[in-house]
């Protein structure tokens, strides 16, 4: 395969990710979430379908600039790819937390953990190629933000 499809098939995964996580998030926007306190800095719910879209579409070119480096620095990129699918696999699961069991705690919780492997994902894509390390500070820069808003909710909730 070549970069491309490499990038492609990744933007692909990640894009997918996303819409199964939007599944579970549709219907507790519409019905639960609604009915929480949010805190003055909450934005409007139309802003995050645009912003998680370009969110991991950055994250497929990244995943596809690193994965494109394996016959060079195979374990490296090895490795960055494994924290990858971690913190994607991190990602999809605090929408199940959050909107699909309603449990703001628990997703806080998880977001923490989540941040960390966006971080070493940063970081390790970083060593390979600096592009892909810079298209991962949005996304952490939004999961900042958003740990923030979750921690917010909970509090405001509990």
Same mark, same amino acid.
């Given at each position: 395969? @070549?970069?491309?499809?490499?990038?492609?098939?990744?933007?692909?995964?990640?894009?997918?990710?996303?819409?199964?996580?939007?599944?579970?998030?549709?219907? *507790?926007?519409?019905?639960?979430?609604?009915?929480?306190?949010?805190?003055?800095?909450?934005?409007?719910?139309?802003?995050?379908?645009?912003?998680?879209? %370009? #969110?991991?579409? %950055? %994250?497929?070119? *990244?995943?596809?600039?690193?994965?494109?480096?394996?016959? +060079?620095?195979?374990?490296?990129?090895?490795?960055?790819?494994?924290?990858?699918?971690?913190?994607?696999?991190?990602? *999809?699961?605090?929408?199940? #937390?959050?909107f699909g069991l309603k449990n703001p705690m628990l997703a806080g919780l998880e977001i923490v953990i989540l941040w960390l492997m966006i971080f070493e994902t940063y970081i390790q894509f970083g060593k390979i190629n600096k592009?892909?390390?810079?298209?991962? +500070?949005?996304? #952490?820069?939004?999961?900042?933000?958003?740990?923030? #808003? @979750?921690?917010?909710?909970?509090?405001?909730?509990?």
């Amino acid at each position: 395969m @070549n970069k491309i499809t490499k990038i492609l098939v990744v933007v692909v995964t990640c894009l997918a990710i996303g819409y199964f996580s939007g599944i579970v998030t549709r219907s *507790a926007i519409t019905s639960w979430y609604p009915t929480l306190v949010k805190p003055s800095f909450n934005p409007p719910n139309w802003i995050f379908a645009p912003v998680w879209s %370009m #969110l991991y579409i %950055m %994250m497929g070119v *990244a995943a596809g600039l690193v994965w494109s480096q394996i016959e +060079i620095e195979k374990e490296a990129v090895k490795k960055a790819l494994i924290f990858f699918a971690i913190q994607l696999a991190l990602n *999809a699961l605090w929408s199940y #937390l959050f909107f699909g069991l309603k449990n703001p705690m628990l997703a806080g919780l998880e977001i923490v953990i989540l941040w960390l492997m966006i971080f070493e994902t940063y970081i390790q894509f970083g060593k390979i190629n600096k592009i892909a390390g810079y298209l991962f +500070i949005p996304y #952490l820069l939004w999961v900042s933000f958003a740990a923030v #808003l @979750n921690a917010s909710i909970w509090w405001l909730n509990s």
